[in-house]
């Protein structure tokens, strides 16, 4: 059984900051190689490429609109994933999902094959 589980989405005000993380539940256990990550999506929208990362080496990689802003993190012992976000707007408003991708580096939706529901984040000003 493989499952990814989001939480810490809520509503907040621009400029707020809020941590999302990333449960992960797995027969096995998640390989160095892997690459892990962040999506979000909007109302009508393509899910979109937040953050992802490298499970061995910690090494973060971020799509242009968050970059600066915020900061993708693990622990490897729980088996936990983090997403601090920082100076919120209103375009960060989306449902966030983590998932489990492969072992070569995408920003791509389909290349990872494991999912969570999503958590809410709602930045109103």
């Known amino acids: 059984v493989q499952r990814m589980t989001e939480s810490g989405g809520t509503s907040v005000r621009v400029g707020d900051s809020l941590t999302l993380s990333c449960t992960i539940q797995t027969q096995g256990r998640v390989y160095s190689s892997e690459i892990l990550g962040w999506f979000r999506q909007a109302p009508g929208q393509e899910r979109e490429f937040v953050a992802c990362i490298r499970w061995g080496t910690g090494r973060g990689y971020y799509g242009d609109s968050v970059k600066g802003r915020f900061t993708i993190s693990r622990e490897t012992g729980n088996n936990m994933m983090y997403l601090q976000m920082n100076d919120l707007k209103p375009e960060d408003t989306a449902v966030y999902y983590c998932?489990?991708?492969?072992?070569?580096?995408?920003?791509?939706?389909?290349?990872?094959?494991?999912w969570g529901q999503g958590t809410q984040v709602t930045v109103s000003s």
């Open positions: 998932g489990r991708g492969p072992s070569s580096l995408s920003f791509v939706p389909s290349s990872y094959k494991t």
